[in-house]
């Protein structure tokens, strides 16, 4: 392709989830697209297929129940004309509260939808540099080939494209036992602005056992030499010995339990994730343990008995970009007007995540070229959070995010149970959206 080429059209690079939602939203408005995809010519470590959407993990798009975050998201996309949740309800099958697919089918139903748009242009060829000039939208997600990695690096500079995940998990607040748990921090210095998870020596004992012993992710395709020390994964830290844990990220010193007035054996520190402390990461907890085995043991951590994972820990290779600093909440480059991003490359996580992305770049890039005022969604919304976030202020290194409850106000009840303040968070969010559509995008 011709890094320099510019006309009318939008140009698209991948064929992904956000790809083929970018170019269906910018067709069905009226503008043509050229949607680049470089396989089966070029060939991706996980995909198998020259399907367009190919599904390379999961079939599961996750939970469709209006009571969860990833139902909601999904019931806000439906709204606003999304292709891949219309394929999905086609080639669905049972998974109970989940929208699982068929993905051979799931992936001929979109690629055939997306050839047989009159205004879409399947070009299948690699695209290895950033077109110069002209409406584009960059989507290959994190497994983004090195040429055009590379002229990511050149555009955004090295220090702002990352090519690991180290996360921490994330849980919501309101879940933490603070009869058990505590506010503080080291020594008292500053705030008491960390909730302390203290542990007795046998209490770690139990948990450090349970912690060697657990299962680890298949996609845990890490090299931990390759990782700063800052970010090896809580259970490599645990291989040193029975002490590592207390002499790093659960070092007790300078805490005191306000409950025996001594300082703990150990200590879990959960911090801050968001200002309006809905969310609190695992302080120094990177993990490569399966999401099952995440629940079992960090739910031994005194505090943590009942905690609702907002996002788990991961540690795996994923390119993806510095949002805060490149992206605008439209989904533009600050750099550059013309210039879209979406999908798991914008530092969004998951399938229907990667979707939403995708659709709101193909919308404001069709906009943009209709001359009209490009739209974020509100933040009451979860995409409309979820992209507040994405490329809102961070107070440390940019991780990816997830879908989650914790992005959206709180909904205050007293002792209502928690799935009735998430079906309430869920009623509000779409009925700003129903609002927001009436208002904004009327026909």
């Not at 140009?11 to 697209?33: F, H, K, M, N, S």
């Not at 799931?106 to 009159?118: L, N, V």
């Not at 399938?351 to 069709?366: H, K, P, R, W």
């Not at 919304?381 to 990816?400: D, E, Y």
């Amino acid at each position: 392709m011709d890094a320099k080429r510019s006309d009318t059209t939008i140009t698209i690079v991948g064929g992904g989830l956000a790809g083929a939602e970018a170019a269906w939203q910018a067709a069905e408005r009226g503008v043509p697209v050229a949607l680049y995809e470089m396989r089966p010519d070029v060939q991706t470590p996980a995909h198998r297929t020259d399907l367009l959407a190919e599904l390379v993990c999961s079939n599961s798009l996750k939970a469709d129940a209006p009571g969860t975050a990833h139902g909601i998201l999904k019931a806000e996309l439906r709204r606003l004309g999304s292709l891949i949740l219309r394929c999905a309800e086609e080639t669905r099958v049972p998974a109970g509260q989940a929208l699982a697919v068929d993905r051979t089918r799931f992936a001929e139903t979109i690629t055939g939808a997306i050839e047989d748009h009159p205004l879409i242009e399947l070009r299948r060829e690699e695209v290895t540099a950033i077109p110069e000039v002209g409406p584009t939208i960059i989507a290959t997600g994190p497994l983004t080939s090195p040429g055009l990695s590379a002229s990511l690096a050149e555009m955004t500079g090295d220090s702002r494209l990352y090519f690991y995940d180290a996360l921490s998990p994330i849980l919501s607040t309101e879940s933490v036992d603070m009869d058990v748990a505590f506010m503080g921090s080291r020594y008292g210095k500053g705030e008491a602005a960390y909730i302390n998870c203290p542990m007795d020596a046998e209490q770690y004992d139990a948990f450090y056992d349970a912690l060697i012993s657990a299962e680890r992710t298949l996609h845990a395709d890490y090299d931990p030499a390759e990782l700063f020390e800052g970010c090896l994964p809580v259970e490599i830290i645990a291989s040193r010995g029975r002490d590592a844990l207390r002499f790093g990220p659960m070092k007790p010193v300078g805490l005191q339990d306000p409950r025996t007035g001594h300082r703990p054996w150990a200590v879990l520190q959960l911090r801050a994730e968001n200002q309006d402390l809905t969310m609190y990461n695992l302080v120094g907890f990177q993990t490569s343990l399966k999401y099952g085995e995440q629940r079992r043991v960090f739910r031994m951590i005194p505090g943590l008995a009942n905690a609702e994972f907002l996002r788990y820990g991961a540690v795996h290779r994923n390119t993806y970009l510095d949002a805060p600093s490149l992206l605008r909440p439209t989904w533009q480059a600050q750099a550059r007007d013309d210039l879209f991003f979406a999908g798991q490359l914008t530092g969004v996580e998951g399938y229907i995540e990667s979707t939403g992305s995708g659709l709101m770049a193909g919308m404001n890039a069709a906009r943009l070229m209709q001359g009209l005022e490009l739209i974020t969604l509100p933040a009451g919304t979860i995409m409309g959070a979820l992209t507040a976030h994405i490329t809102g202020p961070q107070g440390g290194r940019f991780q990816p995010m997830n879908a989650n409850f914790g992005l959206l106000p709180r909904v205050e009840g007293g002792r209502r149970k928690r799935r009735e303040k998430r079906e309430e968070q869920g009623r509000r969010a779409l009925e700003v959206l129903d609002a927001f559509i009436a208002e904004q995008l009327p026909g």
